[in-house]
């Protein structure tokens, strides 16, 4: 377990849709977090892809280009600079789903995916995605981390699941 563990949040701003530019823009950050000693940057939700990304991710080019470039990024962590907390929209048994991925040691070590979608207001995400089951923790440099993702920490269920299977720390992306 490391002694400590610095983290640098990226709160950037994005364009729907402009999955190479966001990509961009994001390594440029990981870059500035490598200077500053940083062990993990975390982006926001949907940040690959930009958020609200809308009916957009019915657009099975879209989801290619997603998984590609996201990949793409993995690959960067293998330099031993920081990790990536990217949210994403993801694809499993056929459904897509609004998630996390932890880039590190150049792979997708881990995804975790959104539990709870909100269908209020401008949120039309049970629309669009199919709830994750309850995450489990992520192990990162010996931590157990909890990635609830937006709405999943407003509700007790999530969190209460994550603390079950042992988080020591949440770590909440969120978009809006």
């Known amino acids: 377990m490391a002694d400590s563990l610095s983290i640098t949040?990226?709160?950037?701003?994005?364009?729907?849709?402009?999955?190479?530019?966001?990509?961009?823009?994001?390594?440029?950050?990981?870059?500035?977090?490598?200077?500053?000693?940083?062990?993990?940057?975390?982006?926001?939700?949907?940040?690959?892809?930009?958020?609200p990304p809308e009916d957009l991710v019915l657009k099975p080019a879209l989801i290619e280009r997603a998984a590609a470039e996201l990949d793409r990024l993995a690959a960067q962590t293998g330099d031993g600079g920081p990790a990536m907390l990217v949210g994403s929209v993801f694809v499993r048994d056929g459904n897509l789903h609004n998630g996390v991925a932890l880039l590190d040691q150049g792979k997708v070590a881990a995804v975790r995916l959104k539990h709870e979608l909100?269908?209020?207001?401008?949120?039309?995400?049970?629309?669009?995605?199919?709830?994750?089951?309850?995450?489990?923790?992520?192990?990162f440099k010996g931590v157990m981390i909890g990635l609830p993702i937006c709405e999943d920490i407003w509700h007790p269920d999530v969190c209460r699941h994550l603390a079950d299977f042992?988080?020591?720390l949440f770590i909440c992306i969120n978009g809006s």
């Open 9 to 51: 949040l990226a709160q950037l701003n994005q364009s729907v849709g402009d999955i190479p530019g966001n990509a961009a823009a994001m390594l440029a950050a990981r870059d500035r977090a490598r200077e500053q000693g940083a062990d993990l940057i975390v982006f926001p939700e949907m940040h690959l892809i930009g958020y």
């Open 118 to 139: 909100p269908n209020y207001g401008t949120f039309d995400e049970m629309r669009l995605f199919q709830p994750g089951p309850l995450p489990e923790p992520v192990v």
């Open 166 to 168: 042992g988080a020591e």
